[in-house]
């Protein structure tokens, strides 16, 4: 039995419904990874960072490393007062500032294009409808927008409570 009382499963609702915000993992290079002679500036603009996301690296890590750096750093392919370095090669770092990050490979690599700047938003604010007043008929209201993948998960919590409790109480 996957829960073994209501309880349980209405809790694991309440966290599918409350916890809609999820973290996007940006996989640098993406199939390519993080090798040199790779346009990271042309990947980097076709993504939109939010604080929150992670940032991966994907390399054979007897080659490569990835080091966070100044701007100063990243224009001039320095690790010098790097801010972080990783070299397990599949490296997850998190976003957790609305900021730009640098990030170069510290083996020379960077000479050769393997380097990449991000720029991380705030989250956006969910946009809510305004409140209605009585006087105005309903196709003046604005429709709700929904955070992102919020209409998903409450099919999916509905679709679990029907199986689980029957589909004769909704």
Request: hydrophobic share 40%.
């Amino acid at each position: 039995m996957l829960f073994s009382s209501p309880n349980q499963l209405l809790l694991l609702c309440f966290l599918l419904i409350s916890g809609s915000v999820t973290a996007t993992d940006h996989i640098v290079g993406a199939n390519k990874g993080w090798n040199p002679g790779i346009n990271y500036t042309l990947w980097a603009n076709n993504h939109t960072f939010y604080v929150g996301d992670l940032i991966s690296f994907r390399y054979q890590k007897t080659q490569y490393n990835v080091f966070e750096v100044n701007q100063t750093g990243y224009d001039n392919c320095t690790t010098e007062g790097a801010l972080g370095n990783w070299s397990s090669g599949k490296d997850f770092v998190p976003l957790n500032e609305s900021k730009r990050y640098y990030f170069i490979c510290g083996n020379g690599q960077c000479f050769n294009g393997m380097k990449v700047s991000v720029l991380v938003h705030p989250l956006p604010t969910p946009t809510a409808s305004p409140v209605a007043n009585h006087t105005s008929n309903s196709s003046d209201a604005a429709p709700l927008v929904l955070p992102k993948g919020v209409v998903g998960l409450r099919a999916l919590v509905v679709a679990l409570a029907s199986i689980w409790f029957g589909s004769g109480w909704i």
